[in-house]
């Protein structure tokens, strides 16, 4: 399975977690929010909106144009500072964004 098949199918999954939990938002934000220059947009959007309106339809552009992916890539860290430890979602979400941070870290690709 290649790389770009991997990480398409984790970007699904994360999805998935995300409508599971309540988290998929059904209308954009206002595109203003997008104009920041913060990492993660962190002074517009809501970790989560971060997922859903920045990161998987980015990579999903990425992977549909055949693109090149980042070489290295961790989002994971962020989001174990930025959501709030009782968050129910918080630990599947992690979990699944460690696992599309291991993408990009196996040395046998």
Do not use: I, Q, Y
């Given at each position: 399975m290649t790389l770009h098949v991997r990480v398409r199918q984790q970007l699904h999954l994360i999805e998935t977690?995300?409508?599971?939990q309540g988290q998929w938002q059904a209308?954009?934000?206002d595109?203003?929010?997008?104009?920041?220059?913060q990492p993660f947009c962190m002074d517009t959007l809501e970790p989560?909106?971060?997922l859903q309106w920045v990161l998987i339809p980015r990579m999903h552009?990425?992977?549909?144009?055949?693109?090149p992916l980042p070489a290295s890539f961790a989002v994971a860290p962020y989001y174990e500072i930025a959501l709030d430890s009782t968050h129910p979602?918080?630990?599947?979400?992690?979990a699944q964004l460690a696992?599309?941070?291991a993408l990009f870290?196996?040395?046998d690709e």
């Open positions: 977690l995300l409508r599971e209308v954009a934000p595109a203003s929010v997008f104009e920041s220059t989560f909106e971060w552009a990425l992977l549909d144009g055949n693109h979602a918080r630990d599947p979400l992690l696992a599309l941070d870290t196996d040395e």
